[in-house]
């Protein structure tokens, strides 16, 4: 049976080069990832069925493997990696990561692990072996990435800038509205106090309303401070949410509070992730405290007006 054609990514290089480190980050970007898959298998992974509950198949695949990869056979690699991209049309890019001799020592001497080509000799030994065997996919790769002056972190920024695709691995933006005096929301990375606003529990008209509701909403923008603190927490996220999402962080909860949680921090959590659609965002709502009972006592005192 014919392949669907997919989007492959093989990763390979010389042993303390990156590859943990590089096919970690594209899991993170929502790849799907096999280390270590003797290439000789790659036929029955692409026609296994998918796990259940997956969506299609259009996630990439990115394939790790290297000198201590049962059947390493570079000149055989090659020639499979050719057949399967004319025969199954299959997109298959080699990302090779290179490193000089001397800074592979010292990240062997660093660690104290053995070279796998040099278990029992210098790692130098293992490292000349290595760069020797694994020539011939050095000359194929068609990406090639020398880690000796990248740091971890700076690897895995050059990986999600180059490989990051739309629509999978996105950060997942979540607003919220929450009542204080029903605790603190345990999963919240930023958190904005809305006490400062006038409340409508104390007006008898909006207190059974909701911060959903026009009315609700239209007193609470009539606060003299509302627009510029509204300004001012769009221009944060503004600049907050395009770092986390370039630092590869999978969840972040934008959580508002007010003392009930029914009023403020109900309308300024859905105002605000307006705001974030129309900056190009994709925030889904949730109001936590939305359906609790209205209770003066946990109010903030009303203010003379």
């Given at each position: 049976m014919a392949?669907?054609?997919k989007d492959i990514l093989l990763v390979t290089g010389m042993s303390g080069?990156?590859?943990?480190?590089?096919?970690?980050?594209?899991?993170?970007?929502?790849w799907e990832v096999v280390d270590n898959l003797p290439l000789v298998l790659l036929d029955r992974l692409l026609a296994s069925p998918?796990?259940?509950?997956?969506?299609?198949?259009?996630?990439?695949?990115?394939?790790?493997?290297?000198?201590?990869?049962?059947?390493?056979?570079?000149?055989?690699?090659?020639k499979r990696i050719k057949r399967l991209r004319d025969e199954h049309g299959h997109d298959i890019g080699t990302l090779f990561l290179d490193c000089a001799g001397?800074?592979?020592?010292?990240?062997?001497?660093?660690?104290?692990?053995?070279?796998?080509?040099?278990l029992d000799r210098p790692a130098s030994d293992g490292i000349a072996r290595e760069r020797e065997l694994l020539a011939p996919l050095r000359?194929?790769?068609?990406?090639?990435?020398?880690?000796t002056a990248l740091a971890q972190n700076d690897l895995a920024q050059q990986i999600r800038s180059q490989f990051a695709r739309q629509g999978i691995g996105d950060t997942v933006l979540s607003v919220m509205s929450f009542g204080y005096s029903r605790g603190l929301p345990?999963?919240?990375d930023l958190v904005f106090d809305m006490r400062f606003l006038r409340n409508p529990h104390w007006d008898e008209v909006l207190r059974p309303g909701t911060g959903l509701d026009a009315d609700v909403a239209a007193y609470v923008a009539a606060d003299p401070t509302y627009n510029e603190a509204m300004a001012?927490?769009?221009?944060?996220?503004?600049?907050?949410?395009?770092?986390?999402?370039?630092?590869?962080?999978a969840y972040?909860?934008?959580a508002f509070g007010c003392t009930g949680g029914r009023h403020r921090s109900v309308h300024v959590a859905d105002r605000m992730a307006s705001r974030l659609r129309d900056a190009g965002f994709s925030p889904t709502v949730a109001h936590r405290d939305l359906a609790t009972a209205p209770q003066d006592s946990l109010e903030d005192a009303p203010t003379k007006r």
């Open positions: 392949h669907a054609a080069a990156g590859k943990s480190t590089v096919l970690k980050t594209l899991e993170d970007l929502g998918l796990p259940e509950g997956t969506d299609g198949d259009s996630r990439p695949l990115a394939i790790g493997f290297g000198a201590g990869t049962r059947g390493f056979e570079p000149e055989r690699i090659v001397s800074e592979l020592e010292r990240r062997y001497a660093e660690t104290r692990r053995r070279h796998p080509l040099a000359r194929w790769a068609n990406r090639l990435i020398d880690t345990s999963n919240a001012q927490i769009e221009a944060l996220l503004l600049t907050l949410l395009p770092r986390y999402r370039a630092e590869g962080k972040v909860t934008v």
